[in-house]
């Protein structure tokens, strides 16, 4: 019988703070909390950013830096200066008299000398060098970044601080602190889960669609030579797309079972979510922690996709709001999805969830945020250009809504569902997508589908971007409001809505209106992929009738315990940053670790045993 891959834990941190006890999707909702609610999250962002408040209250300015200082906004010096960017400078020099002579240092000399070079040694060390034609030389100089808005961490917040880093990549620093909210955001310790089940039954699926493009990775890797600078033991290996799984399976977890990164662009959070709830729904894994982590707010990421023409830049933005003769861009409306508008937005974002078998939740008491039944992959076909769109993506989008009917019936299909879009805020974008959006809408018979773009808030977190989208519907099913696409003042003409419900206003829903959340993404390079997440109340709907009453309510009992440590973590969190898990060099095993028979594994550090096959589907393909 088929498992059902349950939400037990999730966490991580992007541009709206903390993802864990839903405070990254209350901020971008936070202007229709109630006040307790509200308080709870400013507090949660204030110990993130390292903000002090006196008496224990925060004050209306300490309130409103925090909500300045968050979300998309105009790119802050303490990450880098959008004045000042780093830059050389190509110039061709020559000597006055056709002759061009410098002195410099013996041991600065390059190993090969130029043929037109004439070195005279004048002692103490230095040499005089003469240029009979002259010389290209690159200036080391800074240059005015075009784009200069983004969806950077809140002010303030430093993952590396949050553990001993030790030069890691800045993508690496946000996978160890999504991993650690995650895990903590469970209640439940994960020496637990490692004594209930075997240890290949943990698959770790986690990694980057961009890898780690800064000065510690592969930044650093290929801009060495021509920095004149050496590269580090640690660029290459540290840069690898596959490294924020690798650092969560060896440094927060000790995991020895299934690891499986998957790369699909902006789509790359459901490509290893769909690895997963595969592994988990044929018991081949019965633990899976997801996640991505991309730190794409670093000049050299911008500089690629912006001579793309894919990011806003400051000068198209001023001409979307030419009518109201803008002096500098409206920095916090640089996105602006299904409205008129000239690019996305780049974002850091490190989100991490942890999935359990229906049984083993049951078993463990875990909390049920809600589950995945299906995530669908499909590719464009033939392309005019890689970065054009295709026909995949209405496969991927009709697919999950075709699998949640089966599950939900029609009425739950047409009346209790939204849908998260990818929503770019590129002009392509608001036509394609909204044609397969709305055309899917007509086709399963739902009159105002509610869309919600996140985008708007965030910003494009690439690879982690469909991750932010299945934070923030987790999200929706707990305060009850979808968040409006706040940014925009209208719908683009060129919008296919007739059968979409496209607002700016955040639509408030009554308790338990949802069962289904639609979650759509459309990679770069015909990396399509759309997850049908079923909402808590549905999923703990299907767990009671599928193993009963009785274990249900001894469920309920052992629950209590996971939610108090839970909100423990929270608590502690909201009052100040918890230090990141991170064990390094902490109980390595070896060879003398290990115990093997024809039946079995022993691993020293594992109560529970691997099991060696004893049977194989194939078996009877031998029998003539």
């Known amino acids: 019988m088929s498992r059902l891959p349950v939400i037990v834990g999730f966490g991580g941190v992007n541009s709206a703070g903390r993802s864990s006890f839903h405070h990254g999707y209350r901020r971008l909702v936070i202007d229709a909390l109630d006040s307790a609610t509200a308080e709870r999250t400013y507090r949660s962002l204030a110990a993130l950013m390292g903000i002090k408040c006196g008496d224990g209250a925060l004050s209306q300015e300490q309130r409103q830096y925090i909500l300045d200082h968050t979300l998309i906004r105009r790119i802050e010096p303490g990450l880098f200066d959008v004045e000042k960017v780093a830059w050389n400078k190509k110039m061709s020099i020559s000597g006055q008299e056709g002759e061009l002579s410098f002195v410099t240092r013996a041991r600065q000399l390059p190993d090969v000398i130029p043929d037109n070079w004439a070195v005279t040694d004048l002692g103490g060390g230095k040499v005089k060098v003469s240029i009979a034609e002259g010389c290209d030389i690159l200036l080391p100089t800074h240059k005015h970044n075009d784009i200069s808005s983004a969806g950077q961490l809140p002010t303030g917040f430093d993952p590396g601080a949050c553990y001993p880093s ?22 439940i310790e994960w020496q637990t889960v490692m004594d209930t089940v075997r240890p290949d039954q943990i698959g770790v699926y986690a990694s980057s669609a961009m890898a780690q493009l800064d000065e510690n990775g592969f930044g650093g890797l290929l801009g060495a030579r021509n920095d004149g600078r050496r590269v580090s033991s640690k660029n290459l290996a540290l840069g690898l797309a596959d490294m924020p799984g690798d650092f969560v399976s060896a440094y927060v977890l000790g995991n020895v079972g299934t690891t499986a990164p998957s790369l699909g662009a902006c789509a790359t959070f459901f490509y290893n ?70 690019g996305f937005t780049i974002a850091d974002s490190s989100q991490f969830i942890v999935l359990f078998d229906d049984a083993l939740a049951l078993e463990l008491g875990a909390q049920v945020h809600g589950s995945v039944p299906e995530v669908f992959v499909n590719a464009d076909g033939f392309k005019k250009s890689i970065s054009g769109p295709g026909v995949g993506n209405y496969l991927t989008v009709a697919k999950a809504l075709a699998s949640a009917e089966a599950i939900l019936g029609t009425q ?67 305060t009850n409001i979808l968040a409006g696409i706040a940014t925009i003042d209208h719908i683009a003409d060129d919008v296919h809505d007739s059968n979409l419900q496209l607002q700016a206003a955040h639509l408030q829903l009554d308790g338990d209106a949802m069962d289904l959340a639609i979650l759509n993404s459309k990679g770069f390079g015909g990396n399509n992929a759309s997850a049908a997440v079923l909402s808590p109340n549905i999923s703990e709907k299907m767990l009671r009738g599928r193993h009963g009453k009785a274990v249900w309510q001894a469920y309920l009992e052992k629950r209590e315990a996971a939610i108090a440590k839970a909100e423990a973590y929270d608590e502690a969190a909201c009052a100040g940053q918890p230090d990141a898990i991170y064990h390094f060099d902490n ?38």
Not at 166 to 187: C, E, F, N, V, W
Not at 443 to 466: D, M, N, R, T
Request: one cysteine or more; charged letters at 20%.
């Open 273 to 342: 979510l769909r690895l997963a709830i595969n592994d988990i729904k044929s018991g081949h894994v019965r633990v899976a922690v997801v996640g991505v982590a991309e730190a794409g707010v670093e000049p050299r990421v911008m500089d690629g996709y912006g001579t793309m023409g894919a990011l806003a830049s400051d000068a198209e933005l001023l001409k979307l709001d030419a009518a109201k003769g803008l002096t500098e861009p409206d920095y916090r409306r640089a996105s602006r999805p299904f409205s008129s508008n000239c």
């Open 587 to 624: 109980n390595v095993m070896g060879g003398d670790d290990v115990s093997m028979n024809r039946d079995e594994i022993q691993l020293s550090s594992w109560q529970t045993r691997v099991e060696l096959p004893k049977t194989s589907p194939y078996t009877s393909w031998l029998e003539e």
């Open 166 to 187: 030790r030069s890691h990549p800045k993508g690496l620093q946000m996978a160890i602190y999504g991993a650690s909210d995650a895990l903590r955001s469970m209640g």
């Open 412 to 478: 739950a299909i047409r009346q209790r569902s939204f849908v998260q879009a990818h929503g770019t805020s590129t002009p392509q974008n608001r036509v394609t997508e909204s044609h397969i959006l709305n055309e899917a809408a007509k086709l399963f018979g739902i009159e105002k589908w509610p869309v919600g773009a996140i985008k708007a808030y965030l910003g494009h977190s690439i690879g982690a971007a469909s991750g932010d989208q299945l934070i923030a519907s987790l999200g929706v099913w707990k």
